[in-house]
């Protein structure tokens, strides 16, 4: 299920619930700083956050053709996105650097 969170005239901005229950256990500050970093992709577009600064990445994760984007919001979290061309972006999760981290150690 998908809670429509903000809409402009750039994307329509979409949380799964599971984002949506990770934004809920944010503090307020912290809630702030992810929305913000959100609001900067409909500001200036995927496109410009790729090509003009460092805190967007793109990847496929393992055995999937899925094409998901890593936003850093500060140095304790990222918003895990996918981008549904041309106009919507579905927020999948938030997340803490270090599980990202831990995670990645037990892939390899």
């Given at each position: ?12 901005i979409?949380f ?5 229950v990770?934004?809920?256990?944010l503090s ?7 929305l ?29 053709d899925e094409?998901?984007?890593?936003l ?9 996105f996918?981008w549904?061309?041309p ?14 981290e831990?995670?990645a150690t037990?892939?390899?």
């Amino acid at each position: 299920m998908l809670l429509t969170a903000m809409q402009n005239t750039l994307y329509n901005i979409l949380f799964t619930q599971r984002a949506k229950v990770a934004l809920d256990t944010l503090s307020s500050e912290e809630k702030d700083n992810v929305l913000q970093a959100i609001h900067r992709l409909e500001t200036f577009g995927i496109e410009a956050e790729l090509k003009e600064h460092n805190n967007l990445k793109s990847f496929h994760p393992d055995k999937s053709d899925e094409h998901l984007y890593l936003l850093r919001v500060n140095s304790t979290f990222r918003v895990i996105f996918k981008w549904i061309v041309p106009d919507r972006i579905e927020i999948i999760d938030i997340v803490m650097q270090d599980r990202l981290e831990l995670f990645a150690t037990h892939q390899n």
